[in-house]
């Protein structure tokens, strides 16, 4: 698949310790799309997950639900995020995925939503609620149309015959729950379901999120898989004041081990 | 004509199940077992002992006097009111609990809104000495204040919750992240027709209970096999569901009433079919109120147990195989018709099933017609809404 060449070409240059950074389109300002992006290119980050806002996140936690809200009181739509992101390829690099729940996306209507997503240049999207049986049977030939990349999610639970079948279908990456749950819980790591999966030896590279906060969770989701994702820690990073000014020190205290200043 | 969902859990276009990857051995569990479970004649044995002794059925079917004067047709009205905690709702919890205990969980959760699916839940959950845990939005929780008393003193935790728009939307959304968050000890009792495949399913199979009873007893009372008209009020739809089930691939107009609130247009509605388009909430497809950007918008009825934004996935397809007829009823016209009966029969109907009561204005019936309404519960929980209205006509 060429388009997904960004997320392909860096699993094949970078093979561990890869970050992902999820934030909320439209948080904690509207116009924040753009700067954030930049900052967290600038501070290292490989790959960044830009969330659509949906009024109703029923995998997500009290921190990326209230990311959500403001958002949607901000006034941000997938109309208006797609508009804010029309020129980013000019200046960002690094993959970009969207990631948000199906509704506003089928109210879009997949194809039109798909092509917006490849004119741009976005590389991937994560659907959280799009089981993959629909995703195969009526989304998977428009994916395909338009070289975008599905990732799909899979928990220490999902039985080795599911996580194959999963396989088969994500692109780009698979997107490993650290432990079945919402959004913004501390990682419980399941290691010895992480070397199962490890060792059934898939097609995809594995990313592990949901409760990954700091230097020494980051540490042990890179120890199991080829990096992590960190969401509800970074919205909880951009509630300060100053919020792009925080980007940097927080992704710096996630890659580097934190000294005491006091 | 499909009134069950395909193995894949859709009636038509509408259905399925949209969940995140989490839930998905909670729902495959589920799905595995739940049609053999309920179908097990120990399962059905227990349950008919509990629906006769504990919950009261069969429920009556009421001829009405004074409504068959007024409109020129035999009415009668199926007394769901009549059940055990005052509404139909018991009908699917008893069966989910049985299930639950089947499955080996220990622990239940529910949403509720007015309270009804709430206090139905924790009463059977007093009854199997399992744990409770309801789910209601805050505000709810604040205008359905004896609901949240009975449900305390029955022994359940009631959480407010404060997310969203803090009524039985985000109640729901709350009782789905509570499930991804405890999946191996935890049964789910959802409170409507909604909700991931096989929900909807598992619940119209639980409800239909009220169909067979109204057969059966339209045969006894009148001598014909089936009604000409049913008539039932639609908040997420499992009263509906329940008194149409056995009639859907008969000639019986199958009548479903919606909330207006103060009127279609008036932006304060919860009449989904009227405004809604087709989407994805709470785990199904199926038809919603939304906004342009995939939004879930917020309803308005008076009627708490009918202030949902969707409908369940067989209603969606009902209407738009225009196999059942859909009437929306104001707020207004709703406390007048629960009035009405409530002057003329003796009977205060929930606020819920007056919107089914005044239905009967919007129609003409040829004399003899057997016309059945689904008198879904009592107007107890409604009693200071009625008087606020009362004093000021
Ligand atoms: C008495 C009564 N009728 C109807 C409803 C609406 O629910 P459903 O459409 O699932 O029957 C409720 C919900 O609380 C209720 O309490």
Redesign the pocket.
Known sequence: MKNTNRIHNLFQTKKKNILSIFFTAGFPEISNTVAILKELQNSGVDIVEIGIPFSDPIADGPVIQQSNQRALENGMTLNLLFEQLKDIRKEIKIPILLMGYINPVYQMGIENFLKKCSDIGIDGVIIPDLPPEIYEEQYKTFFKQANIANVFLITPKTSSERITYLDSLSEGFIYLVSSSGTTGKDAQFHEKEYLRIRSMNLRNSLLIGFGISNYASFQKACHSADGAIVGSAFIKALQKERPIEQITPFINSLLKPQTVTG | MNHTANSKGFYGNFGGAFIPEMLFPNIDELKRVYLQTINEPSFQKELKVLLNDFVGRPSPLYYSRNLSEKHSANIYLKR??LNHT????INNTLGQILLAKRLGKKRIIAE??????GVATATVCALMNMECIVYMGKVDTERQMPNVERMKLLGATVVPVTSGSQTLKDATNEAIRDWINNPENTHYII????GPHPYPEI?TLF?AVISKEIKEQVKEKTGKEYPDYVI???????????AFYHFIDTDVKLIAVEAAGLGLQSGKSAATTALGQPGILHGSKTLLMQTEDGQVVEPHSI????D?PG??PLHAHLFETGKAKFLYVTDEEAINAGLELTRTEGII?????AHALSALNQLTFKKDDIVVINL???GD?DMLTYLEHYKNI
Not at chain 2, 191 to 194: I, L, Q
């Open positions: 769901e009111d005052g509404a139909h709702k509720t809104g007015a309270g009804q699916h409170g409507s027709v909604v619940v409800q039932a009020c639609v908040g997420g739809g499992s009263n509906a569901a329940g009627s708490a147990g009918l949902y409908i369940g109907p929930a606020l819920e099933s879904s519960g009592r929980k």
